[in-house]
């Protein structure tokens, strides 16, 4: 497990990396007010919110340094909905096994596999809202373990309002200071 934790830092580095290289043409993008294709950013981020590393807290701070607090709030809490019901999806019908296998590495799950099972809206909320987990692992595990996809989709959309308004809250603050 210790080569995905080096594998996320190593993200995570090469994102911070790709922002300041790119800087220049991300505060343009940012001031720009064509907000024409909101579908092909939302789409955009629900791709980078799958993608195990990379940070969304940054993605959604520059979505409330682009469209204001409200709207990125919307599209945060849409787009990292949308990627963790997809990971529930794929491993719930597809890689039952695989997922089976990553998540009995995880000793700490199989302590709380009983609460998690009775308790699984308040489980999940209070994993999305306070992130001792990682989300993936939070997505697998559902999947895997077949819990009701009614609770898992309202804890997560609950769960992850509060974060991702904290988030879009700090990229409006950011990018208000320097306009």
Not at 37 to 54: E, Q
């Amino acid at each position: 497990m210790k080569f995905y934790k080096w594998i996320a830092i190593l993200i995570n580095i090469a994102v911070f990396i790709l922002l300041f290289l790119n800087s220049d043409r991300l505060i343009e993008w940012i001031k720009e007010t064509n907000d024409g294709n909101l579908l092909v950013v939302l789409l955009v981020i629900t791709l980078l919110a799958s993608i195990p590393g990379i940070p969304f807290g940054v993605i959604s701070g520059i979505m409330g340094a682009k469209y204001g607090i409200v709207l990125a709030i919307a599209m945060s809490v849409i787009a990292s909905t949308m990627s963790s019901v997809l990971i529930y999806i794929m491993f719930r019908y597809l890689l039952l096994k695989q997922g089976e296998i990553m998540l009995n590495k995880y000793q700490s799950l199989a302590r709380i596999d009983r609460s998690i099972k009775k308790h699984t809206f308040g489980t999940i909320f209070i994993a999305r809202i306070v992130p001792i987990m990682p989300a993936i692992i939070i997505n697998i595990y559902s999947g895997v373990f077949g819990l009701s996809f009614k609770l898992f989709l309202l804890a997560t959309i609950l769960g992850k309002i509060p974060i991702m308004a904290f988030y879009t809250f700090i990229g409006d603050n950011i990018i208000s200071r320097f306009s």
